[in-house]
């Protein structure tokens, strides 16, 4: 499926390309000077009515193409706990293939846990003997992160990532989880936790660099650097390449067969009619799509939702969490968090930042409620003003606006087998993190 010539008009699966003329070709039929739509189509009405799209093109960085070679290595660093600081721990034990690239928690379980996803129980560091606590926020799904928005909301390889967006970008996200203490790095390098911090990259990459199989797929991976750089020298593991690695293999996890997108695509019976009604609603009377507009169902705009709180929290206020404020110190940006996209979110509860919600419509229901339950510390006026009013809907419109929420899923149907599966082994001779495992995926 995945397309490893380097060339940018090469750069696409075959399939993704002809998803996409056919959907220049629907959007096309659908102009006003079209002949081939009727307005009385209740089906292309919709469709036309609310600019309904698909996901285009992967966002692809310049310099990250999607190379066959580099995305297998990504998956196996991925699965690998030699991420991890006590090495217990790698990226899919919170995000997991088995629970849609989520895990399925409240708030997220890293270091010293055994068990996966809801079932994960946490302990003391074997390193130091401290305790680990949970990490105060929900691991949102890694699927469809390729098209994250920026700060001007259009997909891009520099898309927001986190609740709090503070990273720009897969490749910047990446360094991240292995310096946090309670994710991945547990008590194992020396030092003050700032030290240890710093450290973390540099021990990972010496890791990596010490396990001759990664130097050799390393040097598959990425043949332009590995040009002027002998075989078997480990120079070619660096953090540039770390992360290139990781985030070419997160890219590909696009889920771009839902329902919904069946739909848009023209197959007219793919939405049932209570699902039809709820997509109405979504637009219309519920409002939601002010900010989870299509194709992504997110803006990935900064918004005081007035969830409540729960959980650890961060920083700024002991035992709360501000939001967009715990990156920008900017008072102005308390309680806002980044709007997510609702993709797949039929697989991915519970919900919001801290996991508060545990259903869909429960989630509705706060919205036909004005925001009600809210965080104590936020006011009306604090509140964005597009979510205080109550939107008067019925009982029957708040299941169909969640039956609509689960015409988004799509848990990789399209997708090669083998990006869905956990390898049976890992470079590192690790037990990678347990689930469903692809056959085929030991053999080099
Ligand atoms: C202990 C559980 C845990 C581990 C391990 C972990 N993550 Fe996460 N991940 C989270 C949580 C929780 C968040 C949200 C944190 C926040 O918003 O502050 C997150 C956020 C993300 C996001 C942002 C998604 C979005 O739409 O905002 C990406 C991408 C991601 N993680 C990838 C990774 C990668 C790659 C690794 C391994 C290097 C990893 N994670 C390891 C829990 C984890
Ligand atoms: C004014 C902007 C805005 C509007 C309007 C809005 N939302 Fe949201 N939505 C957000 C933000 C911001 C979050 C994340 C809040 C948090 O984590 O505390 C969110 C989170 C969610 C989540 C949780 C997703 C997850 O992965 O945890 C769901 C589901 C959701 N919204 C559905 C809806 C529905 C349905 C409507 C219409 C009834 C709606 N939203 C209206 C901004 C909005």
Not at 20 to 32: A, H, K, N
Not at 114 to 136: F, W
Not at 147 to 158: A, L, M
Not at 311 to 333: F, Q, W, Y
Request: charged letters at 20%; a negative charge; aromatic letters at 8%.
């Amino acid at each position: 499926m995945i397309n490893n010539q380097h060339t940018p008009k090469n750069r696409y699966p075959a399939t993704w390309l002809g998803m996409g003329i056919l959907l220049i070709f629907l959007l096309s039929g659908c102009s006003d000077d079209s002949t081939t739509t009727s307005a009385e189509d209740p089906d292309s009405n919709l469709r036309t009515r609310f600019n309904l799209q698909t996901l285009g093109e992967i966002p692809y960085p310049p310099d990250n193409p999607p190379v066959q070679e580099r995305i297998a290595l990504g998956r196996l660093i991925y699965f690998d706990p030699i991420l991890g600081g006590e090495k217990d721990v790698a990226c899919a034990t919170c995000h997991h293939p088995n629970f849609a690239f989520a895990d399925l928690r409240q708030f997220a379980a890293g270091v010293s846990g055994s068990g996966l996803g809801p079932n994960r129980i946490l302990s003391n560091s074997a390193v130091s003997g401290a305790p680990i606590e949970l990490v105060p926020r929900s691991s949102p799904t890694v699927f469809n992160t390729a098209f994250n928005g920026d700060e001007t909301g259009q997909p891009s390889h520099r898309g927001l990532q986190f609740w709090d967006g503070r990273r720009a970008g897969l490749e910047e996200q990446a360094s991240g989880p292995i310096a946090s203490r309670i994710e991945m790095r547990g008590d194992a390098y020396p030092g003050t936790n700032a030290e240890a911090e710093a450290a973390a990259l540099d021990s990972v990459i010496a890791r990596l660099r010490a396990i001759p199989e990664y130097i050799d797929r390393f040097r598959l991976a990425f043949p332009e650097e590995a040009a002027g750089i002998p075989a078997g020298d480990p120079a070619i593991i660096d953090s540039a390449n770390y992360v290139r690695a990781i985030a070419a293999y997160e890219r590909e996890l696009v889920t771009r067969n839902s329902a919904y997108d069946r739909y848009v695509l023209g197959d007219d019976n793919a939405l049932n009619s209570q699902q039809k009604h709820g997509l109405e609603l979504f637009y219309e009377k519920a409002k939601c799509v002010e900010c989870h507009s299509s194709p992504m169902f997110s803006n990935f705009s900064f918004v005081v939702h007035g969830t409540p709180q729960e959980g650890g929290g961060k920083s700024v206020i002991p035992g709360d969490d501000c939001g967009r404020e715990e990156h920008t110190l900017n008072a102005d940006d308390r309680y806002a968090f980044r709007v997510p996209s609702l993709r797949n979110v039929e697989l991915t509860a519970p919900y919001m930042h801290d996991g508060v919600f545990e259903s869909l419509e429960e989630v509705v229901r706060f919205h036909n409620d004005g925001a009600q339950p809210r965080h104590s510390a936020i006011t009306d006026e604090m509140l964005d003003e597009r979510l205080r009013e109550p939107l008067g809907l019925t009982n029957d419109e708040v299941l169909a606006v969640a039956a609509f929420l689960r015409a988004l899923t799509d848990p990789g149907t399209a997708l090669p087998a083998y990006l869905m599966t956990v390898p049976q082994q890992v470079p590192s001779g690790l037990t990678p993190v347990f689930g469903v495992s692809d056959p085929g995926s030991g053999k080099k």
